[in-house]
């Protein structure tokens, strides 16, 4: 008998190879992790945390627009 190749089994919705565990996804309460599993903490770059630093101390603007202006806008909105 010739060797398979993982390509020619069934994949499942989700993207899994057929019988090669689960076969749905389970969002029950029991599939969640366990309060022991530590969560991910991202490592930034120092090049994207100035970024990031520099972005937070940026004005903001804010407009005050008339009845009027705001329907034009409202009106621009919708046509795209």
Known sequence: MAKR???ELLRTPSGRLAGSGMDYDDYSEEARLSKNTRKANPV???EYSEYI???QNQPVK???LTKEEMDEYLKKLKKE
């Open 5 to 7: 190749h993982i390509n």
């Open 44 to 46: 930034y770059t120092e």
């Open 53 to 55: 630093k520099e972005l």
């Open 62 to 64: 804010t407009y005050k």
